[in-house]
C-alpha cells in the first residue's frame, strides 16, 4: 500500500513548456485534489475531483488543467509555464463515502520554472 | 471555510505537552476543525479533528471551545519529531477535501 505517490519530485521547465505531474492513489478513494504551496505560505487548492470523470476548480486553477479518468490516477497539466508557477505542488486524497475524514497527502513535487 | 488564527511561532520543551491554539470566531455550525502538520516540507499529515466535542486519538487531543469560537491542540508529550508547521483548518464536511490553509504555527521542540 504506497499511499499517494506523486512524480516527479524535482523538475526544472523553461518557460512556455508543458507537462503534467502526476498523481496516483492505490486507497480507492473517490475524492483527489490538487494544490500548490509557495515558500512560507500555506497550501492553496488548484482543482480537485469527486469520481472519476467529475472535476472542478479550486482558488487558482489558472494555467492549469486536469482530467480523471480512473479512480487511482489524477494527473496536472501546466499547459504554458510561467515563472509564477514555479512552486511545490501536493496531491491528496481521501474517501467519498465517509464525512470529515482524513485526507491523505503526497510527497510533493518540486516545480522551477525559469 | 471560516477563517482560522493561530500564532506565528511558538516553543515548546522536549517532554512537555505543546499547546496549540486556534481561534475561528467565525465558524458555522457546520464547519469542522481540522488539525494538519508538515514536518520540513513534506506533505501535510492529518492529526486529528472534530465538531463540537473534545476528540483524542494516538497522536493528539483536540478541545474545542462551548461556543466553538476557539480551539486547541494538545501534544502531550513533544519530542523533537513533533518540530513543524501546525494548521488549523475550519471546513464544512468537504469528506476531508478542499480546505483553506493559513500559514500555520511554526513549533519548535527544543532539546
Known amino acids: ?114 | 471555510d471560516a477563517k482560522t488564527t493561530q500564532p506565528t511561532s511558538m516553543d515548546c520543551a522536549e517532554g512537555r505537552a505543546a499547546n496549540l491554539p486556534c481561534n475561528h470566531s467565525t465558524i458555522s455550525g457546520n464547519e469542522y476543525v481540522y488539525w494538519y502538520r508538515q514536518i520540513h516540507s513534506q506533505g501535510p499529515q492529518y492529526i486529528i479533528h472534530g465538531l463540537k466535542n473534545n476528540e483524542t486519538n494516538e497522536m493528539a487531543s483536540l478541545i474545542i471551545t462551548e461556543d466553538r469560537k476557539s480551539s486547541t491542540l494538545i501534544l502531550p508529550h513533544a519530542t523533537l519529531r513533533d518540530t513543524a508547521v501546525y494548521y488549523c483548518i475550519a471546513s464544512p464536511d468537504n469528506y476531508g477535501q478542499n480546505f483553506v490553509f493559513g500559514p500555520g504555527t511554526r513549533l519548535s521542540v527544543l532539546p
Open chain 1, 1 to 114: 500500500n504506497a499511499g499517494v505517490t506523486q512524480t516527479p519530485k524535482f523538475q526544472v521547465l523553461k518557460t512556455g513548456q508543458s507537462m503534467t505531474l502526476q498523481c496516483a492513489q492505490d486507497m480507492n478513494h473517490e475524492y483527489m485534489s490538487w494544490y500548490r504551496q509557495d515558500p512560507g505560505m500555506g497550501l492553496r487548492l488548484i482543482h480537485y475531483s469527486v469520481g472519476a470523470g467529475i472535476t472542478d476548480q479550486g482558488e487558482v486553477p489558472n494555467g492549469y488543467n486536469v482530467s480523471r479518468s480512473t479512480t487511482e490516477d489524477f494527473p496536472l497539466r501546466l499547459l504554458s509555464a510561467a515563472p509564477s508557477q514555479t512552486s511545490v505542488y501536493f496531491c491528496a486524497s481521501s474517501y467519498g463515502d465517509r464525512v470529515a475524514t482524513e485526507a491523505f497527502f503526497g510527497q510533493g513535487t518540486r516545480l522551477t520554472v525559469v
